[in-house]
């Protein structure tokens, strides 16, 4: 069956990094498109950013341009999303998702990013 388990989650002050990574299992992780989707306390679910099976492209939403980074490692079936001068607003729940036909069919269980001093 399809698994995605995130991990890296944890405590930063603002200003610091963290790396978050996706493994995957029950599918043939280098033909999909993969995401990173966030969900803020008390907010909607946020896009965050996409790769493509092959890693030549990568999609960021405006405001976590120029600070994350996204890749792939499709050898070891890995999503990885490399966070850099964090801020308290990029708290959330992240979660890595599988791209299928314009949706998300699977998602991991998630991990806590906390920026706070």
């Known amino acids: 069956q399809v698994q995605l388990v995130e991990s890296g989650g944890g405590l930063v002050q603002p200003g610091g990094s963290l790396r978050l990574s996706c493994a995957a299992s029950?599918?043939?992780?280098?033909?999909?498109?993969m995401s990173w989707v966030r969900q803020a306390p008390g907010k909607g679910l946020e896009w965050v950013s996409a790769?493509?099976?092959?890693?030549?492209?990568?999609l960021y939403t405006g405001s976590v341009k120029g600070r994350f980074t996204i890749s792939r490692d499709n050898a070891k079936n890995t999503l990885s999303l490399q966070m850099t001068s964090l801020k308290p607003d990029d708290t959330a729940v992240y979660y890595c998702?599988?791209?299928?036909?314009?949706?998300?069919?699977?998602w991991g269980q998630g991990t806590q990013v906390t920026v706070s001093s």
């Open positions: 790769i493509d099976s092959g890693s030549g492209k990568t």
């Open positions: 029950g599918f043939t992780f280098s033909s999909y498109w």
């Open positions: 998702a599988r791209d299928y036909a314009g949706r998300y069919d699977y």
